[in-house]
């Protein structure tokens, strides 16, 4: 954290499938003297994949912007709580050293609740129309967050890696129709490959409900490799 004289280090663990060994990830915990580790996914065992794109770019505005990091860990659970990710995949990831995939799944299924390094969903189903897919994740979302005409969210739509955008777009499409038609205004979107799996093919959903301040931390400008500029509307 720049403006402290003791320097301190906040270190952002995404939560998957199971957690290191003696680390109880749904709280922050001592990491030697140098700071805090802190999970990404929600205590309730949520898998955090896409959306901590938003998470990470909005602590790292914190460590940048407030004093202690008390205050940067309280910004970062009031991002956690105003966040949520729904991922599906019809093609499994593989691994680099093995080249095989993690799991079989058939031409005419979708699985869901995707891990970000492949893991399987919490179920699998027949494939269905895009539209009625997208409607799913939608609502699921809107549930989740509890999102009521008025709110302003920011949307990730992110791309496995082995999805097309004309994939995507389908998803756009008929995601704005739904939010629009229950008043839900998106202030900022941004799609493409920022959570990836080797050969998965699939696509995840992201909204943040955001208040004043985490959409100023959020469009404030940052630069880094691979992303580009990950400040614009």
């Not at 909005?58 to 991002?79: G, N, R």
């Not at 949520?84 to 095989?100: D, E, I, K, Y």
Request: aromatic share 6%; proline share 5%; hydrophobic share 45%.
């Amino acid at each position: 954290l720049k403006k402290m004289s003791d320097p301190k280090m906040l270190e952002l663990l995404d939560k998957l499938t199971d957690l290191p060994a003696g680390l109880d990830l749904a709280k922050a915990e001592p990491v030697g003297p140098l700071g805090m580790v802190k999970a990404l996914g929600d205590p309730d065992l949520k898998r955090g994949i896409a959306g901590a794109v938003y998470q990470v770019k909005l602590a790292a505005w914190a460590c940048e912007h407030l004093d202690t990091l008390d205050e940067v860990l309280a910004f970062v659970e009031a991002a956690k709580k105003n966040l949520s990710t729904f991922g599906v995949a019809v093609r499994a990831g593989s691994l680099p050293h093995t080249g095989t995939p993690t799991f079989e799944i058939g031409d005419d299924e979708i699985e869901i609740g995707m891990g970000m390094h492949g893991e399987r969903g919490v179920k699998r189903q027949k494939l269905p129309p895009a539209d009625e897919l997208t409607t799913e994740i939608t609502d699921h979302l809107i549930a989740d967050l509890k999102l009521k005409a008025g709110d302003e969210i920011a949307v990730l739509l992110d791309n496995f890696g082995g999805a097309t955008y004309a994939e995507l777009m389908v998803v756009n499409r008929k995601m704005r129709m739904l939010l629009k038609a229950r008043g839900i205004v998106v202030s900022r979107f941004d799609i493409g490959a920022y959570f990836t799996c080797q050969e998965m093919s699939g696509f995840s959903l992201s909204f943040l409900r955001l208040n004043p301040a985490l959409k100023a931390a959020l469009n404030a400008p940052a630069y880094v490799p691979g992303v580009g500029q990950f400040g614009g509307v």
